[in-house]
């Protein structure tokens, strides 16, 4: 099975034992949710907008033998619209620093 990683974002697969199991480049395509974005008024002087998701931009028609690497968003986008998602996947387990930075992550998830 191929895999296409539709963001902007190298996917560093981690295995149990800590070690990096793989890398997983950006195809260079990038899938996305269209978003809108207005404004919602404020509180004590700070702009409060609303932000809503509309169709998914970039997301290739499915193929046998390929599934696609998106964000959970523009996944959920993608079921919203209809979209049969059986070939999209997001990083999942998410493996973290001790600041909280992500490092990668252990698994890939079904959308």
């Not at 260079?28 to 404020?42: K, L, M, N």
């Not at 986008?77 to 600041?99: C, K, Q, W, Y």
């Amino acid at each position: 099975m191929e895999l296409e990683n539709l963001t902007p974002h190298k996917i560093t697969i981690i295995g149990a034992d800590g070690e990096v199991m793989c890398e997983i480049a950006p195809s260079g395509s990038i899938a996305r949710a269209a978003s809108i974005i207005v404004d919602d008024g404020e509180v004590n002087g700070i702009p409060i907008v609303r932000t809503s998701y509309g169709l998914v931009e970039g997301l290739p028609a499915p193929i046998d033998g390929i599934m696609y690497i998106v964000s959970s968003l523009t996944a959920t986008a993608a079921r919203r619209s209809g979209r049969t998602t059986e070939d999209l996947l997001i990083p999942g387990r998410m493996v973290r620093d001790e600041e909280g930075v992500i490092l990668g992550c252990q698994a890939l998830s079904r959308a």
